[in-house]
């Protein structure tokens, strides 16, 4: 007869359970890990693979994210200065297209909205100077290309379709440039469809409405050529309002808010333009820089998909690490503001006659003298310490 040792039976039996759970315990735990490593790849699977396909182009930039990132961006007197352009792009007219023989050919669009931003390194503190697009300048030529004046809001749009050396962010760099009489050393160029996307992913802004209008000829998107019953050109226009206080806008609001041009109640000016502008772009940079959006990675990863062709910059690759430093110290809560636009009082708006019958913003005096009240206001927005004096 053979026996059995019933408490070795019982000891084996809680060693095959113990076993059979640390099984249980190392499936579920690799599985947790894949779609953790998969959730985190998948978030970060365009950033990293900007990320990398710069490194493999030029190795040498990896270093750059250990330098004291003070030493990166480029500045002057102090101040790093960026143009800032939004295009009227319509969603439904591509960047390209394919010309004669195939060639590609780009189509130019126009500068909407053109502001400088100028941040002094200093004190993190920002200056905005909002330029209309109707201002009447001197754009330089190029090659065969000659010499011409023009609206501002073309020379983007003459860059990107010609084609001068840097393109059009070059070209509108140089014409702003000359004309207020600050170095630029970045351009980050944003169309509309972008813009909404990245405000949509970010959750939307919150902005302060300074006073209740109504615009009742806002650019219906789509509509902008249609052809209107009765000859009349009411059905490329649609109502838009909004109320004084704090708003949370989606991006098509927050578009709207920042494009308006015929609003009522003191709004359908190029100054109030402007102002609501410079509004959108820190509370755009306030929520983008903010701690939540920055550690969350499907949002980072968004954002980068979002962007895609609706942006372009000339930033250096390697002072990306500096530049996101930079943003997330910014004082947005204490900006200063100017408009060229004829409230400024050097401004005028210029004879129709004199300019082939379009409407167009002119130096009242001089360019000397809106250069000169430029480098004033910065100054004045970034005073200098005692110690400096």
């Known amino acids: ?24 315990f190392l499936i579920v735990s690799g599985i947790l890990a894949v779609a953790i490593i998969g959730i985190f790849s998948y978030a970060f699977y365009w950033p990293l693979s900007t990320l990398i396909g710069e490194f493999l182009k ?17 500045s002057t007197g102090g101040k790093t200065n960026f143009l800032i352009l939004g295009i009227d792009k319509r969603s439904n007219v591509p960047y390209t297209y394919s010309g004669p023989a195939g060639k590609q050919e780009h189509n130019g669009f126009l500068s909407d909205t053109i502001i400088l931003a100028s941040v002094d390194l200093n004190t993190k503190k920002v200056s905005f100077v909002s330029i209309p697009r109707d201002t009447w300048v001197s754009i330089p030529g190029w090659g065969s290309f000659p010499a011409s004046e023009g609206k501002i809001n073309s020379a983007y749009s003459l860059g990107d379709t010609y084609s001068p050396p840097g393109g059009g962010l070059n070209l509108a760099k140089k014409v702003v440039s000359k004309h207020i009489g600050v170095t630029i050393h970045y351009t980050l160029r944003i169309d509309f469809e972008g813009f909404v996307k990245s405000v949509d992913t970010l959750d939307g802004l919150d902005i ?27 059905c490329r226009y649609e109502h838009v309002h909004f109320d004084k206080g704090k708003n949370h806008m989606d991006g098509e609001i927050a578009l709207q808010y920042a494009r308006s041009r015929t609003g009522t109640n003191g709004e359908g000016s190029d100054f109030a333009r402007a102002a609501r502008q410079q509004k959108v772009i820190q509370a755009f940079i306030k929520k983008a820089t903010s701690l939540e959006s920055i550690l969350n990675p499907l949002k980072v990863n968004s954002l980068f998909k979002d962007l895609g062709e609706t942006i372009e910059t000339d930033f250096d690759f390697a002072s990306v690490g500096s530049l996101l430093n930079l943003a997330k110290g910014l004082q947005i809560s204490s900006t200063q503001t100017f408009v060229l636009d004829p409230s400024s009082e050097i401004m005028v708006i210029g004879d129709p006659n004199s300019y082939g019958g379009a409407y167009v913003i002119v130096p009242k005096n001089s360019w000397e003298e809106i250069r000169s009240k430029i480098k004033e206001f910065l100054a004045k927005a970034s005073p200098k310490k005692e110690n400096e004096k």
């Open 1 to 24: 007869m053979k026996y059995v040792d019933l408490g070795n039976l019982k000891g084996n039996a809680l060693i095959n359970k113990k076993k059979k759970k640390k099984k249980i």
């Open 58 to 74: 030029n190795p040498g930039i990896a270093l750059s994210f250990f330098k004291d990132p003070a030493e990166e961006l480029k």
């Open 208 to 234: 302060n409405v300074e006073k209740t209008f109504d615009d009742f000829r806002y650019p219906t998107p789509g509509k902008e050529s249609a052809n209107c019953f009765g000859g009349n050109f009411n």
